[in-house]
């Protein structure tokens, strides 16, 4: 734009030269030789009785003047007005245009592309801080036909310099209550990044309802998601060895290892689920359908077996980890002896207890206690026989 406003300012001085000759010529038409197209005139014309007049430069096949000077110096004219190299051409209307007060529609609704070239510096837009809306960038209310690159477009063409942010948005402190306002119902998808990645530090990301529906990839969230309404996932959801709930310093919630183990109040679960505290169910269900199995056998010397073991009363040695609760059960290594179905050893060589599978050998325990029972009553009743 300088580079115009300079040209003009230099046809101006010619006009001013012009100014200085002007009585030395003669009302009539000069033929410009010595190198110049022949196709073209200079001429000068007288247009007052005080001498004032016009100089113009005319095409001789069509008569268009082309480039015209006021001989008082203070109009100049010209089809369009050129950079000193001939390029970067416009016309006065949208010189006019660029350089008034108003808005560059002038420019734009004359088929002129507006170009901002801040090789040299930095563009700043500075905008009245009394008005509500500060910006705004929109399609017509008749426009039929959407932009198909997108109302606002950012590209960094220049492939060999990495572009750090396409956009920054700074604030002083509560300056800005809402970085990007995306609340307008009619917008199909507030944010769409496509196979690119969201990621952030320390910032928590609070939403009223969150739903994933039709992922195909990943969604990492290292920091914290609050949700206060409803949750809907689709796609399977991996939380990659986090916490779920809690305080964030681990040892409560919910934490779901990578194996696909989940632990409650547990960081390293051996199990599908691994609790670390009391269980509280109003009941609990185990498969146990005649029709699932098959080598179906009745327990052998459950009674010898039960009388080996031993019912203890125990305090556990991390106290921290469990409770400083006495307790009362069984020593899994013993059990381990009679009955190593009851018995699971994990990854680290910890031993726990099904005390369910117990169940079994208690209740054929008894049953030849009973039997035992009833033999000694038949005895005792012969006794008594052979006494009368």
């Not at 928590?204 to 409803?230: H, P, R, S, W, Y």
Request: some cysteine; charged content about 20%; overall charge negative.
């Amino acid at each position: 734009m300088n580079k115009i406003i300079n040209n003009s300012l230099r046809l101006t001085a010619i006009a001013v030269i012009w100014g200085s000759i002007s009585s030395v010529l003669a009302v009539g038409s000069l033929g410009v030789g010595g190198g110049v197209d022949d196709n073209f005139e200079l001429t000068f014309t007288d247009t007052s009785t005080e001498g004032n007049g016009v100089l113009e430069f005319k095409d001789k096949e069509n008569s268009e003047v082309v480039f015209r000077i006021f001989e008082d110096g203070t109009k100049v004219g010209a089809t369009e007005y050129c950079d000193l190299d001939g390029t970067s051409c416009t016309t006065a209307v949208a010189i006019a245009a660029l350089t008034s007060g108003s808005t560059l529609d002038q420019a734009y609704n004359s088929g002129n592309t507006i170009n901002l070239d801040t090789t040299e510096g930095d563009l700043v837009i500075t905008v009245d801080a009394d008005q509500d809306t500060q910006m705004t960038l929109s399609t017509s209310a008749s426009t039929t036909t959407l932009p198909a690159g997108g109302l606002l477009v950012l590209n960094n063409a220049d492939t060999d310099t990495l572009l750090g942010d396409g956009i920054t948005i700074t604030s002083e402190a509560g300056g800005i209550t809402d970085a990007i306002d995306l609340t307008d119902t009619d917008i199909v998808n507030a944010l769409n990044i496509g196979a690119n990645n969201l990621v952030g530090t320390t910032g928590n990301i609070t939403l009223d309802k969150f739903t994933m529906v039709g992922a195909t990839g990943n969604t990492a969230i290292e920091g914290t998601l609050a949700v206060t309404g409803v949750s809907t996932f689709s796609d399977d959801v991996d939380m990659n060895g986090n916490w779920i709930g809690g305080d964030n310093t681990g040892g409560e919630g919910i934490f779901v290892a990578t194996s696909g183990n989940v632990g409650i109040g547990e960081g390293v679960p051996t199990e599908a689920l691994h609790v670390a505290g009391n269980i509280y169910s109003t009941g609990t269900m185990t498969p146990s359908d005649r029709r699932l199995k098959t080598k179906i056998k009745t327990l052998k010397g459950a009674l010898q077996k039960i009388t080996s073991l031993n019912g203890v009363s125990y305090d556990w040695i991390d106290k921290q980890k469990y409770d400083n609760r006495q307790h009362i059960g069984v020593i899994a290594q013993e059990i381990e002896a009679v009955y190593p179905q009851a018995v699971n050893t994990d990854k680290s060589g910890g031993k726990s207890v099904n005390y369910a599978v117990l169940i079994a050998p208690v209740i054929e325990a008894i049953k030849e206690l009973k039997i035992e029972n009833e033999n000694l009553r038949q005895e005792i009743e012969q006794l008594k026989t052979m006494q009368n």
